[in-house]
């Protein structure tokens, strides 16, 4: 199943289903008014590598959502608990909105020392074990899952041992033993098979799970809460089900092996640069040719990988997860046209904010037929 098949499942699922539309863009409106220009310094400052735009954005969107979400099920937490909460961006945002809670990660991230104090003390430096994982602070009713990538399958157990209410986005697919998510159901999408799985874990572990489809700059959007448990089960039965699931995949107890403390990198940034420039450049040219005008052309994602080799969509894959995420870290030469389409992305000059010091080559400059339409003053790379 592709890419496109996988966003027709998800469609099915309305976006919003269980909050006021209406509250959650008033309420997403006056979050970025009062957060946005303040996190993009932050993350200017500690000179951080990701999109800034994307995860600012995504994460005001998230909070938006869980404050509309408490207040409309009337589930406030006393505190919540972000496990692998990353850049601590989303604590920050909840904090800073009179919500108490806290953020665990395995290790500490350069934006955390530009956080207000309370958030600074907010933020713990701790390996998330799922055998042995205690929390800090009694008042914590809430856990959220982020995109926690390994920690995901583990985000409903850990709510029914520690009597806690959840939300959860799936992101990056894993058993419960850490290793790589082996299929379920083939007939759909490795997403869509992940996020069931999920699912069917968080309710042997007694939840009554809601589904709700988010608003967020990303292809990972469908959430999965758990606020009240529709059976009781010891801690004896929840138990057995994990040593189940982890018996029924030959990973024991004892091998459970999340990510260590040296993060791998996973963004295409480890693949040789020479064959990233080719692949670029390959898809680049396809784009080219499939317009006369040479700016506006656009193809299918499925064309695109299509006309690569096994060999290069294995490359990519193992390095960062798909062609998606290699587009996207080449925003500067590839846009998203809506469903499946990628286009050539027009230079267009820099707003204020969005000035940076030139480090690098303009690709149009070098290998656009009509070169770059800007001029060595307008352009953000080096003529």
Same mark, same amino acid.
């Given at each position: 199943m592709?890419?496109?098949?996988?966003q027709q499942?998800?469609?099915?699922?309305k976006?919003?289903s269980?909050?006021?539309?209406?509250?959650?863009?008033d309420?997403?409106?006056?979050?970025?008014e009062?957060?946005?220009?303040?996190?993009?310094?932050y993350?200017k400052?500690?000179q951080?590598?990701?999109?800034?735009l994307?995860?600012i954005y995504?994460?005001?969107a998230?909070?938006a959502?869980l404050?509309i979400?408490?207040?409309?099920?009337?589930s406030?937490?006393q505190?919540?608990?972000d496990?692998?909460?990353?850049?601590g961006?989303?604590?920050h945002?909840?904090?800073?909105?009179?919500?108490k809670?806290?953020?665990?990660?395995?290790r500490?991230?350069?934006?955390?020392?530009l956080?207000?104090?309370d958030?600074?003390?907010?933020?713990i430096e701790?390996?998330?074990?799922?055998?042995?994982f205690?929390?800090d602070?009694?008042?914590?009713?809430w856990?959220?899952?982020?995109?926690s990538d390994?920690?995901?399958?583990?985000?409903?157990?850990?709510?029914?041992?520690?009597n806690?209410?959840?939300?959860?986005l799936?992101?990056?697919?894993f058993e419960?033993s850490?290793?790589?998510?082996?299929?379920?159901?083939?007939?759909?999408s490795?997403?869509q098979d992940?996020?069931?799985?999920v699912?069917?874990?968080?309710?042997?572990c $007694?939840f009554?799970i809601?589904?709700? =489809?988010l +608003?967020? %700059?990303?292809?990972?959007? !469908?959430?999965?809460?758990?606020l009240k448990?529709?059976?009781?089960?010891?801690?004896?039965?929840?138990?057995?089900?994990?040593?189940?699931?982890?018996?029924?995949y030959?990973t024991?107890e004892?091998?459970?092996?999340?990510?260590?403390?040296?993060?791998l990198?996973?963004?295409?940034?480890q693949?040789?640069?020479p064959i990233?420039?080719?692949?670029v450049l390959?898809?680049f040219k396809?784009l080219?040719?499939s317009q006369?005008?040479?700016w506006s052309?656009?193809?299918?994602?499925?064309?695109i990988a299509q006309s690569?080799?096994?060999?290069e969509?294995r490359n990519?894959?193992?390095e960062?997860g798909g062609i998606?995420?290699?587009?996207?870290?080449k925003?500067e030469?590839?846009?998203?046209?809506? $469903?499946d389409l990628?286009?050539?992305? =027009?230079p +267009?000059? %820099?707003?204020a904010?969005? !000035?940076?010091?030139r480090?690098?080559?303009c690709?149009?400059?070098?290998?656009?037929?009509?070169?770059c339409?800007?001029s060595?003053?307008e352009c953000?790379f080096?003529?």
């Amino acid at each position: 199943m592709n890419w496109s098949q996988s966003q027709q499942e998800e469609s099915k699922v309305k976006s919003l289903s269980l909050v006021s539309e209406e509250k959650y863009n008033d309420l997403y409106k006056k979050l970025k008014e009062k957060h946005a220009q303040r996190l993009l310094q932050y993350w200017k400052t500690a000179q951080e590598s990701t999109d800034p735009l994307k995860f600012i954005y995504e994460d005001l969107a998230i909070a938006a959502y869980l404050i509309i979400l408490w207040s409309h099920t009337q589930s406030e937490p006393q505190a919540f608990a972000d496990l692998g909460c990353g850049n601590g961006l989303l604590v920050h945002v909840l904090n800073a909105e009179g919500y108490k809670g806290y953020g665990y990660d395995i290790r500490k991230r350069k934006l955390w020392s530009l956080y207000p104090e309370d958030t600074k003390s907010s933020l713990i430096e701790k390996t998330v074990e799922p055998n042995n994982f205690r929390l800090d602070f009694p008042e914590i009713d809430w856990l959220i899952g982020n995109h926690s990538d390994e920690l995901s399958p583990w985000l409903p157990v850990l709510a029914g041992r520690l009597n806690c209410s959840f939300f959860l986005l799936p992101c990056c697919p894993f058993e419960l033993s850490g290793a790589k998510f082996q299929r379920r159901n083939t007939g759909i999408s490795a997403y869509q098979d992940f996020f069931h799985y999920v699912k069917r874990v968080s309710q042997e572990c $007694g939840f009554e799970i809601l589904e709700d =489809r988010l +608003k967020i %700059p990303s292809t990972k959007r !469908l959430a999965l809460i758990g606020l009240k448990k529709t059976k009781t089960r010891s801690r004896e039965e929840l138990e057995c089900f994990v040593q189940e699931e982890l018996t029924k995949y030959k990973t024991g107890e004892s091998q459970i092996k999340l990510r260590g403390k040296e993060e791998l990198v996973r963004n295409c940034t480890q693949i040789q640069k020479p064959i990233i420039d080719s692949l670029v450049l390959k898809i680049f040219k396809q784009l080219l040719a499939s317009q006369d005008d040479m700016w506006s052309g656009r193809l299918p994602m499925r064309n695109i990988a299509q006309s690569l080799t096994k060999d290069e969509l294995r490359n990519i894959k193992s390095e960062c997860g798909g062609i998606k995420t290699l587009l996207r870290n080449k925003h500067e030469v590839f846009e998203f046209c809506g $469903g499946d389409l990628v286009g050539i992305r =027009r230079p +267009k000059p %820099p707003t204020a904010s969005q !000035l940076t010091k030139r480090k690098r080559n303009c690709f149009f400059k070098l290998h656009h037929p009509l070169s770059c339409p800007l001029s060595d003053s307008e352009c953000s790379f080096i003529h």
